[in-house]
């Protein structure tokens, strides 16, 4: 892991990690969708 170069390495690597990748995926679409309803939800100009 000398030179990394991100793009093509996050590519390759979601290429063979397919199946964590798509856990990692889902994860990411809940945890920004739980983000955008709790803050359009509670209002924080209190």
Known sequence: ???IFFP???IGWMLLN?????ILL???IFGSFA???VQSY???NI
Request: overall charge positive; hydrophobic content about 45%.
């Open 1 to 3: 892991m000398e030179k």
């Open 8 to 10: 093509t390495n996050l």
């Open 18 to 22: 397919s199946k964590f990748n798509g």
């Open 26 to 28: 889902r994860f990411t």
């Open 35 to 37: 983000i955008f309803f």
């Open 42 to 44: 509670v209002p924080f």
